[in-house]
C-alpha cells in the first residue's frame, strides 16, 4: 500500500479558509463604525452638556432671576448648537425651576436638557455681619 501525500490545499479548505476571513473583516468593519459613530455622539453630548451648565453657571453669577423663555446659539465653535433656557416661579418664595435644552442646529433634534432648581440672590446681600468682616479684614492689612 502506498501512501499518498498531498502537498497543497484542496478547494474545500481554500473556500473555508476565505469565509471565515470575510465573517471576521465584516465584523472588525461593524465594529470600528460603531466605535466612530459612538465617538461621535459622545462629542455631541458633551458639547452640548458644557452649553447648558454654561447657562446655568451664568444665571448663577448674574444673581437675578426673570421668568421666561430664552434663547441662544452655542456661540464660538459650537455654531451647530440652539439652546432654549425656561424659568419658572416655584411656589416657595424666591425658588425658581430651570431647564435647558440643547439642540442640534441642522437635525432640530434635542441633544440635551438640564434641570435645576435655582434662589435668587436676596436684594440687599450686605449685612452687618459682613461689613465687620472686611473692616476687620481693612486693619489687618495696615488700613484704617
Avoid at 83 to 94: C, D, V
Avoid at 103 to 125: A, N
Wanted: aromatic share 4%.
Amino acid at each position: 500500500m502506498a501512501m499518498r501525500h498531498n502537498a497543497g490545499f484542496s478547494l474545500v479548505e481554500v473556500m473555508v479558509a476565505v469565509l471565515i476571513l470575510g465573517v471576521a473583516l465584516v465584523g472588525l468593519t461593524q465594529g470600528i463604525t460603531t466605535a466612530l459613530s459612538s465617538t461621535k455622539e459622545s462629542e455631541l453630548q458633551t458639547a452640548a452638556a458644557l452649553i447648558a451648565a454654561g447657562q446655568i453657571e451664568e444665571l448663577r453669577a448674574d444673581g437675578f432671576l426673570t421668568e421666561g423663555v430664552t434663547t441662544g446659539e452655542g456661540g464660538e465653535g459650537l455654531s451647530s448648537y440652539h439652546w432654549t433656557q425656561t424659568i419658572t416661579r416655584t411656589t416657595i418664595a424666591g425658588l425658581y425651576e430651570v431647564s435647558v435644552q440643547v439642540e442640534h442646529t441642522k437635525s432640530g433634534k434635542p441633544v440635551y436638557e438640564l434641570r435645576t432648581m435655582l434662589f435668587e440672590r436676596p436684594s440687599d446681600s450686605s449685612t452687618g455681619k459682613d461689613r465687620r468682616t472686611s473692616s476687620r479684614s481693612n486693619r489687618r492689612r495696615g488700613e484704617p
